[in-house]
């Protein structure tokens, strides 16, 4: 472990697989191969050495004992007992699974295992952020400009502590246009955004960025949700004035569950509670979308309700809703959180109940617009 770590300060991406298997084999396992979920997490594609054959590179999630490890977040082995599945999780963000081999897998050897991948998964999201050749490994076609703009921008789509989960996910991937996410921790407060900017076109992601780094520059200075509403609208005003967007901004206090929030001309957020949405718990009459000019006489309305431990949140854009079958039937928003309730029902956590959700909407649904959804867990100890 120790080794590995040294060597990870100057390794390339192209040397990860035989970094990586090298480890393994001094641990005692016959061979280590490292897999990373693509964009859209429906495969996990092997990294593989400069000079390998890359017949079996990829799985597919929802059909591979790989992809069930990498759904459940739990180590998965083979019926013969000589192959195992290894998450790779960074924090509680889901980066792919380590196929690990050896005559014998005994649990000691696992537990070796498990160690290894967490030493890897750090090793990948240290570099994750500027290796040119990680960054495309996840990809399976070209970005448009403004998709690229907003994801630089975004956060992992996970985060989380022992209190709270935050799990988000933007449809479609490789070409969004002005749908934006973000959360952040502090230690008492998780912060929440969910953004909808007009159009579909790289004004749309520059509104989008533009208004994440208003927000972020007002929050860190010390800015109520108020002042971050405030902030994004003028930023708008100023410097792109033909733009506006819907949005909600939202703070939960992680120690007893106090949620506040606004809601700018956006979809009300839903309160899931006991495998139940509380109809209308969270809808509040909406104030403007942002850029047409908050009334500098009347601070924007901040909302507050309380959470019990165990609740959910799911901020959603219309564009979720709005999916249409070619016979024109919407997915609409009883389906969808039918379709969040059944997946935490049969034990999904945070990410992998939005990804079955979206993986629901592409069986018979299309996109029109941004799909963007945010489902926050508040699990206090």
């Known amino acids: 472990m120790a080794e590995l770590v040294a060597r990870s300060h100057r390794v390339s991406a192209g040397e990860i697989p035989s970094v990586v298997d090298v480890a393994g084999r001094r641990l005692g396992l016959s061979g280590a191969l490292v897999y990373l979920v693509d964009l859209q997490q429906s495969r996990l594609v092997a990294l593989l050495s400069r000079d390998a054959p890359d017949g079996t590179a990829t799985l597919d999630i929802d059909g591979s004992l790989g992809g069930l490890a990498y759904r459940t977040q739990h180590t998965q ?7 195992a599945w290894v998450p790779l999780i960074d924090g ?11 005559p014998s897998l005994e649990p000691e050897l696992l537990e070796s295992c498990q160690a290894l991948a967490g030493a890897v998964a750090l090793m990948l999201v240290s570099m994750s952020t500027y290796s040119e050749a990680l960054i495309t490994h996840e990809r399976s076609r070209a970005m ?25 996910l933007l449809e479609p991937a490789y070409d969004a246009g002005g749908d934006a996410f973000d959360h952040s921790l502090t230690d008492e407060v998780l ?27 007002t929050r860190r200075d ?18 792109l004035p033909d733009r506006m967007m819907t949005a909600v901004i939202a703070r939960l206090d992680l120690a007893d569950g106090s949620l506040t929030w606004i809601n700018c001309g956006h979809p009300a957020p839903l309160l899931i509670r006991d495998g139940h949405v509380l109809a209308h718990a969270l809808e509040r009459s909406p104030l403007p979308p942002l850029g047409l000019g908050l009334d500098t006489g009347t601070p924007p309305t901040e ?33 969808l ?19 079955r959700l979206l993986q629901n909407i592409h069986q018979d649904h299309q996109l029109r617009d ?3 959804l945010l489902l926050a867990h508040w699990h206090p100890m």
């Open 144 to 168: 448009t400009i403004q998709a690229e703009l907003l994801w630089a921008f975004m956060p992992p789509r996970t985060i989380g502590t022992r209190q709270v989960t935050s799990s988000a």
């Open 222 to 239: 010390g800015g109520t949700l108020t002042d971050v509403a405030t902030s994004i609208d003028s930023t708008l005003n100023q410097w």
């Open 303 to 335: 909302h507050h309700t309380r959470l019990q431990p165990g609740d959910r949140i799911l901020l959603y854009s219309d564009g979720v809703i709005e999916a249409r079958t070619t016979e024109g039937t919407l997915f609409g928003e009883e389906r």
């Open 77 to 83: 082995r083979s019926r013969d007992g000589v192959t």
């Open 337 to 355: 959180a039918d379709t969040v309730i059944r997946s935490m029902t049969s034990g999904d956590n945070a990410p992998e109940t939005l990804r």
């Open 92 to 102: 509680v963000e889901r980066i792919g699974v380590m196929k690990v081999t050896a």
């Open 191 to 217: 912060h929440l955004s969910l953004l909808d900017a007009m159009g579909h076109d790289l004004a749309s992601g520059g509104a989008s960025a533009v208004a994440l780094a208003a927000s972020r520059a």
């Open 370 to 372: 941004d799909a963007t």
